[in-house]
Nanobody, 124 residues
Framework: EVQLVESGGGLVQAGESLRLSCAASGFTFDDYNIGWFRQAPGKEREGLSC???????YDADLVKGRFTITRDNAKNTAYLRMDNLKPEDTAIYYC??????????????????WGQGTQVTVSS
């Protein structure tokens, strides 16, 4: 059974940091690109960062310099380190996996598997 399980969310104050984890099972993690997304109430899901199977990373402009995506293939886990959090970062955060091999990050509709999400709340 394929599973992606996010963890590490919580309630923090503005300026603090969190590290989200995305634990994968049921597929060959090394072959997949991993993306992090978030969805705030009343808003569409938006892409934040992705890390390709070859380790290359891409970040959306809105998180460049604050969020860092990494992966540990030995642990079948991807991470999203989030620094200097702001109230507008409050959302449910999701990880997803895509086997697509084209350059860059897959489009949101090209991801094969999704996690259930973890809530991040940033207070001012």
């Amino acid at each position: 059974e394929v599973q992606l399980v996010e963890s590490g969310g919580g309630l923090v104050q503005a300026g603090e940091s969190l590290r989200l984890s995305c634990a994968a099972s049921g597929f060959t993690f090394d072959d997949y690109n991993i993306g992090w997304f978030r969805q705030a109430p009343g808003k569409e899901r938006e892409g934040l960062s992705c890390i390709r199977h070859d380790g290359k990373t891409y970040d959306a402009d809105l998180v460049k310099g604050r969020f860092t995506i990494t992966r540990d293939n030995a642990k079948n886990t991807a991470y999203l380190r989030m620094d200097n959090l702001k109230p507008e970062d409050t959302a449910i955060y999701y990880c997803a996996a895509s086997v697509l091999v084209a350059a860059g990050c897959p489009n949101i509709d090209e991801y094969d598997y999704w996690g259930q999400g973890t809530q991040v709340t940033v207070s001012s």
